[in-house]
Each structure stands twice: as C-alpha cells, then as structure tokens.
C-alpha cells in the first residue's frame, strides 16, 4: 500500500513559476514509477510527466515540455514537478501517481495509487 500526497499548489500569474511535491508513504517508493497528471473542471485527466523508478527516464506531454520538470529523491520518497512559465491553459487539479512498472504510463489506468491533488490556478 502506498499513500501519497500532494502539496505545492496555488494561485499565481501568468508566467510565473510553482514547484509541486508529492510524499509517499511506505519503504518502496523506488519500486514504482511515478506520474503527474492534470484535470481541468470538464476535462478528462490528462498525462503531465512521468519519471521511472531510479529517475534516470523522464517522459512529458507536448504542452509542457520545456516548462516542466519531473524529479525523484528516492531517499525522501518525493516527486516533484518544477513548472515554470505557466499560463492559464495549465490551470486544473494536479494529482501524483504511482505505477508498480519500471517507466511509467502516459494513460492514467495502469497507475495503482493516487494523491487527492493539488489546484492550481493560473490567472491571466
């Protein structure tokens, strides 16, 4: 079993930047993949970034690539998602995600566990 939790969200401008963390629990955070998605209010959830378990391997969705930075510390059991110059098409709730594989999907269904998300919100 493993509990995640996602904090680092927020309200900010257009441009700025945010930097979001996800904590897991339990002793084996590095045997799973790790992915953010992203669900805006009538959207489906959608693939943000993925990282594999030693972090070695990092995947991204089109719209974030360049802005965005997946990172593990596998000693602190976190993921983090840098993300900066950011514009109100990226407003929507953030959730952290963890697959029992080696690199992580881009689809949401093969992820075992999920955080209850994050808002963030960008204004224009």
């Known amino acids: 079993q493993v509990q995640l939790v996602e904090s680092g969200g927020g309200l900010v401008q257009a441009g700025a930047s945010l930097r979001l963390s996800c904590t897991a629990s339990?002793?084996?955070?590095?045997?799973?993949?790790m992915g953010w998605f992203r669900q805006a209010p009538g959207k489906e959830r959608e693939f943000v970034a993925a990282?594999?378990?030693?972090?070695?391997?990092?995947s991204y969705t089109v719209s974030v690539k360049g802005r965005f930075t997946i990172s593990r510390d596998n000693a602190k059991n976190t993921v983090s998602l840098q993300m900066n110059s950011l514009t109100p098409e990226d407003t929507a709730v953030y959730y952290c995600?963890?697959?029992?594989?080696?690199?992580?999907?881009?689809?949401?269904?093969?992820?075992?566990?999920w955080g209850q998300g994050t808002q963030v919100t960008v204004s224009s």
């Open positions: 339990g002793r084996t955070f590095s045997s799973y993949a």
């Open positions: 995600a963890a697959e029992a594989s080696l690199l992580g999907s881009t689809r949401p269904t093969p992820y075992d566990y």
């Open positions: 990282i594999s378990r030693s972090g070695r391997s990092t």
